[in-house]
Nanobody, 115 residues
């Protein structure tokens, strides 16, 4: 069983930056593929970015060049650096861990991009 806890959300102006963190506990973090998802009000949850156990990364098209996912296995933490934020990035952001048939979710952290 893995527990995930996101932090770092908040209110930011358009063009600003935030760094989200997701701290993991309870399992061997380094073997998991880690994902960030987001869910905007009234919309379905959508994929944002992924980082594999081998540090391979992939991004949803709308965040490419603006968001960077990274991980620190020594700290059992995955990060999402978000730059050049837009109002369309407003959502609850969720951390997800996957390994084989196992998948875990955090509780989410809210990001609001508004002037």
């Amino acid at each position: 069983q893995m527990q995930l806890k996101e932090s770092g959300g908040g209110l930011v102006q358009p063009g600003g930056s935030l760094r989200l963190s997701c701290a993991a506990s309870g399992s061997i973090f380094s073997i998991y593929t880690m994902n960030w998802y987001r869910q905007a009000p009234g919309k379905q949850r959508e994929f944002v970015a992924v980082i594999t156990s081998g540090d391979g990364t992939y991004y949803e098209d709308s965040v490419k060049g603006r968001f960077t996912i990274s991980r620190d296995n020594a700290k059992n933490t995955v990060y999402l650096q978000m730059n050049s934020l837009k109002p369309a990035d407003t959502a609850d952001y969720y951390c997800n861990a996957r390994w084989g048939k196992y998948a875990y979710w955090g509780q989410g952290t809210q990001v609001t991009v508004s002037s």
